[in-house]
């Protein structure tokens, strides 16, 4: 099955830190830009950030992490990561990996990306 499978969630307390990995088994990242989403329980779906993403092939974050979250790849690895620092309570989601797979939309629209993965929880408490 073509999927990305996400891992590193956690219950971390507010102020500390985690480090979320997305890969894949059976394909390469390298071509497709990936995002990170999240989403919360009775929450719409949000985008956190991207790498490789959008029509400049960029990246880009949502407004609630900027400056808090960094994203990378390892294309050796093919794995991307979502580096979360300064984690607050309204972090607290299940935080999803998908694929970029369809163009036109904003590089954070979750309508552009496919192949989700199952998501992995993260819990931050004070």
């Known amino acids: 099955q073509v999927q990305l499978v996400e891992s590193g969630g956690a219950e971390v307390q507010a102020g500390g830190s985690l480090r979320l990995a997305c890969t894949a088994s059976?394909?390469?990242?390298?071509?497709?830009?990936i995002g990170w989403f999240r989403q919360a329980p009775g929450e719409q779906r949000e985008g956190v950030a991207c790498i490789t993403c959008g029509r400049e092939n960029g990246i880009a974050y949502g407004d609630s992490v900027t400056g808090r979250f960094t994203i990378s790849k390892d294309d050796a690895k093919n794995t991307v990561y979502l580096e979360m620092n300064n984690l607050k309570r309204e972090d607290t989601a299940v935080y999803y990996c998908a694929a970029e797979v369809a163009t036109g939309w904003g590089p954070l629209a979750a309508e552009a990306y496919g192949l989700w993965g199952q998501g992995t929880q993260v819990t931050v408490s004070s």
């Open positions: 059976t394909f390469t990242l390298k071509p497709y830009g």
